[in-house]
């Protein structure tokens, strides 16, 4: 097992306030939420509930008003305190999935999962060979030394998949992972999604509004007007 | 850990090589007008050093005979040549003008200098073709870059002169190639009229009671001769005599003989200072403005490479790239983008410096120089871009 789980992600009383005064928004009202290692969990809601703020502050790209955040065995965020180095946090600890894979169109298929571990100091060839065990483990290593362009909307998804994946992070968030593609195609990726979350113990928040893939997850944290409800989902096994 | 910009680079290859051609062609035309003025001054002090003097003696307070008219009896150089520590000493005469051959001219500076031999002050010191002048009258020897072969017929005023000899980069610090003619035809040139003149200015005398008296024969006669003839030189060219400095010879010629002497020092001052001040100037704004322009197009350049990747940058900051890695690959790309430009520029200022009419010096110096200044702009112009990508929110990647 090479992940590095712990706990998962936990978040307890988070908030997030925009502005100051009169003008102020609260975009998060007291979210909690826990992922253990190895679950894949659905985040869900209508748009202006505050789902893209919460990504943003589960992927210390903002900073919470208030709350607690424990990532793996570290605490992030402690009502106003953080982490130093949130930079070196994103690359080591947390992986991200995007709608669009976003790769780097000028780097092939093996460097651009292999940059990331090189951004953190691993040597070149170890970064590729952990870049290929993971492109073999979503079977897309027969597109190595293939260009981003080259490659069909599924297979840049695995590709982005295998990025999120290659420093072994605690946590995983996936925004829209499925939104491009059709329904075998977005199925594929989930089971991947879970496959992985599973294989390497990660914890993998998936905010997501694609009816298909809703009544796959286990759990799922509904969040309306900043506040978070989690309800129990069907976990429907996949073919 | 990989190279960003050379991987990019090498993706897009085709849109760095035309942009960095495009930028060469522009640093060629820089490096060209450099070698411009590394000519214009190359031409000035050819023309000093074709003299074979030690001393300009001309006309009081005047810049002559370069910078200025200078207008000298041409019986003084006697004078002159007898005072001490003058070793030899010439008249000499310059004329801008157009010379002519058949149907073409050609401008050109007319140099008229005194009867004796190769070596001797205002000769031409080495040709590359032919022989010097022997004769008194009508044998010329021009440079190559006049055009004129070896036995063509030039024509200067009302004169045929042949071309017995060839020099090469004998110009004026104009560029003009020089033209050399006996001092005597040279004379005549200057103030040769034609014939309607001649006659009209001859019946003016004749009406002038003053020319035209009864009773002085001869009078008239003596007016008209002088009127038709030019006793005057440019300039008295001075070699001092070994163990003289030149300053030493000039001062008694200033002090007895109440004249202007301008050693070699004071003389390319003049010529560079004042002959050329004004176009080298010139050329001065010209790099000032090319250099901005390079840096502008740089900066524009890079700024849309930039602005292509802003998503990728997000990316980049979002999964942990450091600043200083983005910034890099940014610099990177622009002294990348420079390096091309500058190869190309430099090829295409060689091959183009020789097709130029006026001569183009391309110094090493200037090369170096014009390498690390273009290095600098790109440094410079790739901070609009830096700038901007170190402000992409790394939130952008998320949407």
Redesign the interface.
């Known amino acids: 097992m090479i992940g590095m789980g712990g706990q998962g992600i936990r978040i307890e009383g988070l908030s997030k306030r925009y502005g100051s005064g009169d003008t102020a928004v609260l975009a998060l009202k007291d979210v909690n939420m826990q992922v253990a290692p190895g679950e894949v969990v659905g985040l869900i809601g209508p748009s202006g509930s505050g789902k893209s703020t919460l990504l943003k502050c589960l992927g210390a790209v903002i900073d919470p008003t208030a709350g607690r955040m424990t990532l793996g065995d570290e605490l992030i965020y402690d009502n106003g305190w953080k982490v130093r180095d949130l930079r070196a946090l994103r690359r080591d600890k947390i992986g991200f999935v995007f709608q669009a894979p976003y790769l780097i169109p000028f780097l092939d298929v093996t460097d651009n999962v292999a940059l990331l571990p090189m951004l953190a100091g691993v040597p070149n060839d170890e970064a590729r060979k952990r870049a290929l065990d993971l492109l073999t483990a979503l079977d897309v290593q027969h597109r190595a030394q293939a260009m981003p362009a080259q490659l069909s909307g599924g297979e840049q998804q695995r590709v982005a998949i295998a990025r999120g994946l290659v420093n072994r992070p605690p946590v995983i968030l996936a925004d829209e992972p499925t939104a491009p593609l059709d329904s075998q195609r977005a199925m594929a990726v989930v089971r991947i999604l879970g496959d992985m979350a599973r294989k390497y113990e990660t914890a993998i928040i998936v905010v997501t509004h694609d009816e298909k893939i809703i009544p796959t997850f286990k759990r799922i944290y509904h969040i309306r007007d900043g506040v978070t409800h989690e309800e129990v989902g069907e976990g429907r096994a996949l073919d | 850990?990989?190279s960003?910009a050379g991987?990019?680079i090498?993706?897009?290859w085709g849109k760095f090589i035309f942009t960095g051609v495009g930028l060469g062609l522009l640093i060629g035309v820089t490096l060209t007008m450099a070698g411009v003025y590394r000519g214009m001054v190359d031409d000035g002090k050819v023309l000093l050093d074709a003299s074979g003097a030690d001393l300009w003696v001309v006309q009081k307070d005047t810049l002559g005979p370069y910078a200025e008219s200078s207008s000298l009896p041409d019986d003084l150089w006697r004078g002159i040549r007898g005072m001490p520590g003058v070793a030899q000493a010439a008249n000499v005469t310059y004329l801008t003008m157009q010379v002519g051959q058949g149907q073409r001219d050609v401008r050109a500076m007319v140099v008229g200098i005194t009867a004796g031999g190769p070596g001797d002050p205002g000769w031409p010191p080495q040709l590359v073709a032919g022989r010097q002048i022997t004769r008194g009258h009508y044998e010329a020897v021009a440079d190559l870059a006049s055009g004129f072969r070896l036995g063509d017929e030039l024509k200067i005023r009302r004169n045929h002169y042949r071309v017995v000899g060839l020099t090469r980069r004998m110009v004026s610090s104009g560029g003009d190639p020089m033209v050399f003619i006996p001092l005597k035809d040279a004379q005549e040139a200057q103030f040769l009229k034609d014939n309607d003149a001649i006659l009209m200015q001859r019946r003016r005398t004749e009406a002038n009671p003053a020319f035209n008296r009864p009773g002085v024969p001869g009078l008239l006669e003596a007016v008209i001769a002088t009127q038709t003839s030019n006793s005057s030189v440019n300039a008295v060219l001075v070699r001092a005599q070994p163990g003289f400095a030149p300053a030493q010879v000039a001062e008694p010629i200033r002090r007895w003989k109440r004249l202007t002497v301008y050693d070699r020092p004071q003389m390319e001052g003049i010529v560079l200072g004042k002959l050329i001040a004004t176009s080298a100037k010139q050329i001065g704004m010209f790099l000032v403005i090319l250099a901005l322009v390079s840096a502008a197009i740089v900066a524009f350049i890079i700024y849309t490479l930039t602005m292509d990747k802003i998503?990728?940058i997000a990316?980049?900051?979002?999964?942990?790239?450091?600043n200083r890695?983005i910034a890099g690959m940014i610099l990177q790309q622009a002294l990348v983008l420079g390096l091309i430009g500058f190869v190309v520029g430099k090829i295409s200022a060689t091959f183009a410096a020789p097709i130029f009419p006026k001569y183009v010096l391309l110094v090493p110096e200037d090369s170096i120089a014009g390498f690390f200044a273009l290095m600098a702009i790109c440094v410079l112009a790739s901070g609009v871009a830096i700038r901007m990508a170190l402000k992409v929110?790394?939130?952008e990647?998320?949407?």
Do not use: F, Q, W
């Open positions: 850990m990989i960003l991987r990019d090498l993706h897009a998503r990728e990316v980049l900051k979002l999964i942990g790239t450091r890695t929110d790394p939130a990647a998320i949407g």
